[in-house]
């Protein structure tokens, strides 16, 4: 007993004040792309990457090329016969 509470009511100009967005971020052609989905677009052109299921591996389609280097195993069955170029 004897303790006194004290209530904190929030100001009304915080009342209509508009979140912020906090984070690293590239703004890029008017598009926005969070620093942990980069790894998710084309280093040259930042178009969304795709994926070949045939050959386990991204690539981008407008710059027609391979984002992942094949590997080294000559036994390994997807980059075996992987062409040039993923849209032959």
Excluded at 17 to 46: H, P, S, W
Excluded at 61 to 70: F, G, I, M, Q, V
Aim: charged fraction near 35%.
């Amino acid at each position: 007993m004897g303790k006194t509470m004290m209530l904190f009511l929030d100001p009304k100009v915080r009342k209509h004040k508009k979140k912020q967005i906090e984070g690293t971020f590239l703004l890029v052609d008017d598009r926005v792309i969070a620093i942990d989905e980069l790894m998710d677009y084309c280093n040259d052109c930042f178009e969304p990457l795709s994926y070949h299921k045939e050959f386990d591996a991204c690539y981008c389609e407008p710059c027609n090329a391979w984002r992942e280097e094949a590997c080294t195993d000559p036994t390994c069955e997807y980059c075996e016969l992987r062409p040039k170029r993923p849209l032959s």
